[in-house]
């Protein structure tokens, strides 16, 4: 399976039905998730912490299976995060990205890194 075939909807229900299996309800509070969805988002940070632009393209290519690891736990407390919260994910997504659009609009942001703060 990939992503072409297996809805948002889908991975969510299989998270919820992985942590029912193992009674991890109980300790799927808000805190705990988003601390744990910290926690895996810094484990992937840490796999390019001391790599510069290029070498993170390096890292990327000789840690692949690490990478594609905790980018899936990152997923997975997401997913979690978004269950025990009961949050659609699809709705929350499209509602930030139009608000991104409105803070980065394409004839101000298109090509720049910089804070839209810096727009003028």
């Not at 390019?48 to 692949?64: C, I, K, M, P, Y």
């Not at 990478?67 to 407390?77: F, G, M, P, S, W």
């Amino acid at each position: 399976m990939d992503d072409t075939q297996v809805t948002l909807q889908q991975l969510k229900s299989r998270m919820a039905e992985f942590v029912h299996e193992r009674e991890w309800e109980q300790f799927h509070t808000p805190k705990n998730l988003s601390m744990a969805l910290a926690v895996e988002a810094s484990e992937l940070m840490e796999l390019f912490q001391w790599a510069d632009t290029s070498g993170s393209l390096e890292v990327l290519r000789t840690e692949r299976e690490k990478v594609e690891q905790e980018l899936a736990d990152v997923l997975a407390y997401t997913l979690a995060f978004a269950n025990a919260c009961n949050i659609d994910l699809t709705d929350a997504f499209m509602r930030k990205l139009a608000l991104n659009a409105e803070k980065y609009p394409v004839e101000k942001a298109k090509g720049r890194s910089d804070k839209y703060h810096s727009y003028k």
